[in-house]
């Protein structure tokens, strides 16, 4: 059974995803805030986090930023009623796989799941694993395919990005080559 952490400083909510994630078959654990989340983050195998990102003391980007740090890379989904493109932006950045605007319905929460289901049918390393050998033999169109496919599920994968580079070099279109390792910059991808 996969553990999901829903962080929210309004219990509220906390109740309505715990409520509609046991009913798909979930096990929850509820934090009220960035510091408890935190703890429980590097005490727990979590599989899905629901974060609050506007939260006294402790926020939840604050709280992504400090779990990307120390090297977890648990799906995230941010929650906020107080959406901006700057928080957008960051989130994504840090690897949040959905933006949520409160209010939500459990339709939305299911869609979202089924989401993650996806990306984890659909994983990443798996996709560059693939490519990077597909490139070792050469065979750069199925490289390509692949990676596109890996920037479809992940926008923010500068990996993918720079192994385009390196098949755009390899082919000797330097214009598209720096074009994609200039993105994979943006995501802070150093080789």
Do not use: H, W
């Amino acid at each position: 059974m996969k553990k999901v952490l829903v962080v929210d400083d309004t219990k509220n909510i906390r109740m309505l995803l715990t409520t509609c994630l046991e009913i798909e078959g979930y096990e929850i654990i509820t934090a009220a805030n960035g510091y408890e989340a935190l703890e429980i983050i590097q005490n727990t195998n979590i599989d899905i986090i629901f974060l609050d990102i506007k939260m006294p003391e402790l926020s939840g980007t604050e709280v992504l930023r400090k779990i990307r740090s120390i090297g977890i890379n648990t799906p995230v989904i941010i929650m906020t009623a107080f959406a901006t493109v700057k928080n957008a932006i960051d989130c994504t950045r840090l690897g949040a796989v959905v933006y949520l605007q409160k209010p939500f319905t459990t339709e939305k929460i299911k869609s979202i799941l089924k989401q993650i289901q996806d990306l984890d049918e659909n994983n990443i390393d798996n996709i560059i694993v693939s490519a990077q050998k597909l490139i070792s033999n050469g065979e750069l169109d199925d490289a390509i395919r692949l990676l596109k496919k890996s920037i479809s599920i992940n926008p923010q994968c500068g990996e993918a990005y720079y192994l385009m580079g390196n098949i755009y070099k390899i082919k000797g279109d330097s214009e598209k080559s720096g074009q994609f390792f200039d993105v994979a910059k943006i995501f802070n991808y150093r080789p």
